[in-house]
């Protein structure tokens, strides 16, 4: 399969190649992406090229319906009256209400590029999940979308939200990492030596704040 292509891991990224041999999922994954370039959440298109990206460095060979989800899995995000922290009672049912909706978005696009029946379900099963996994897919695009947080996202919703909500999420992220995932996340690092602290202090200190 032709493998995508992202500009780097901040907001410049440039996204034009297919992710699949199959017509229509890549007019799928062509809709994806600009419903995501009008997302009110920056990081938003970036995330879901990077997420895609570190789905196909833990898994080459990962199949359509994988890589749909990796490029849709925030789609609910991408409007003016997306889901909001304060509506609900905690964060993690919070995060199953976008999931859900976001699913029902992205079905609604795959089904309006002509993507078969079966791959439309098993893109919907994995949005519903890819906060928590549960099956070998989810589990693995849940990793993939919470390294994303780590390498591309970190950045500007430190920039937003601050030290210390930052620190919090980047636990709660963390937290829910595979170790194969975990593996991965000493890999990562940022030209801001705060946000390697950050990425030390989210591991209850187990690196430095150069990563290592």
Known sequence: MPEPVAKDRGTGHRATAAISSNAAVNRAAQRIRQVL????????????????LWLLRMH????????????????ERARPDRLQRHQFGDYDTF?????????????????????????????????RRHETGGDPDSDLLRDADSLSY????????????????????ARWGYARLSQRARHFYRQIQHEDGR?????AEAC??????TGA
């Open 60 to 75: 080459p060979a990962a199949g359509d319906a994988l890589r749909l989800a990796a490029l849709a899995h925030d789609i």
């Open 150 to 169: 780590f390498d591309h996202n970190l950045p500007l919703y430190h920039a937003r939200e601050g030290y210390a909500e930052t620190l919090r999420r």
């Open 37 to 52: 370039a009008a997302s009110p959440v920056p990081e938003d298109p970036g995330h879901a090229e990077n997420t895609l």
């Open 95 to 127: 995060k199953q209400a976008h999931a859900d909706e976001g699913a029902d978005i992205a079905d609604g696009i795959l089904a309006a590029a002509g993507v078969a029946a079966g791959v439309r379900a098993a893109v919907r099963n994995l949005i």
């Open 204 to 209: 209850d200190g187990r690196l430095d704040a």
């Open 195 to 199: 946000l390697n602290q950050l990425l």
